[in-house]
T-cell receptor
Framework: GESVGLHLPTLSVQEGDNSIINCAYSNSASDYFIWYKQESGKGPQFIID?????DKRQGQRVTVLLNKTVKHLSLQIAATQPGDSAVYFC????????FGKGIQVVVIP | NAGVTQTPKFQVLKTGQSMTLQCAQD?????MYWYRQDPGMGLRLIYYSASEGTTDKGEVPNGYNVSRLNKREFSLRLESAAPSQTSVYFCASSPPNEKLFFGSGTQLSVL
């Protein structure tokens, strides 16, 4: 999961394995949750979002799970590829999105 | 499809100098945002504008001013730059309560 500090937590994943990235959020009033991917030197790029009336949403190779009871959000990436290496951020809304500090995902060929 | 365009991409300032970061979006979004990103700190909201003519402070507004010039453009001004403002700055835009679209960032160094 995400944590404070100057150094990003890192998740190392073997190419082809599934990745699970976890995020604990603080504001129980939030009704919108989103995952972003940021590659080095680029702006954050939208991956997938989910609203609080859902607990699961699937995209292409990605699934977001929302557990409102324990205020936990996770991102699952199926068959991780080298192009998935990046920093991943969770954020909660609405409107003024509050971002987590990010997790570095490293895909090992 | 330009999306969100930020200029400049890189800038070096001396302490006390001023500058304006420019941002424009071509997606007809009402809301626009300025974030800063520091190592290990994630993205922190500086200012945002819910619609043309309105601006509001975010989490870290001190030392910055903004102008929502029109629906397309949202600029960020540093009146007297300080080393603590060395960071990567991102502009973003969105429809109400929807995902944000980010620009490619401005890397600013204040010496």
């Amino acid at each position: 999961g995400e944590s404070v500090g100057l150094h990003l937590p890192t998740l190392s994943v073997q190419e082809g394995d599934n990745s699970i990235i976890n995020c604990a959020y603080s504001n129980s009033a939030s009704d919108y949750f989103i995952w972003y991917k940021q590659e080095s030197g680029k702006g954050p790029q939208f991956i997938i979002d989910i609203r609080s009336n859902m607990d699961k949403r699937q995209g292409q190779r990605v699934t977001v799970l929302l557990n409102k009871t324990v205020k936990h959000l996770s991102l699952q990436i199926a068959a991780t590829q080298p192009g998935d290496s990046a920093v991943y951020f969770c954020a909660q809304g609405p409107n003024r999105l509050a971002f987590g500090k990010g997790i570095q995902v490293v895909v090992i060929p | 499809n330009a999306g969100v365009t930020q200029t400049p991409k890189f800038q070096v300032l001396k302490t006390g100098q001023s500058m304006t970061l420019q941002c424009a979006q071509d997606m007809n979004h009402n809301s626009m945002y300025w974030y800063r990103q520091d190592p290990g700190m994630g993205l922190r909201l500086i200012y945002y504008s819910a619609s043309e003519g309105t601006t509001d402070k975010g989490e870290v507004p001190n030392g910055y001013n903004v102008s929502r010039l029109n629906k397309r453009e949202f600029s960020l001004r540093l009146e007297s730059a300080a080393p603590s403002q060395t960071s990567v700055y991102f502009c973003a835009s969105s429809p109400p309560n929807e995902k944000l679209f980010f620009g490619s960032g401005t890397q600013l160094s204040v010496l």
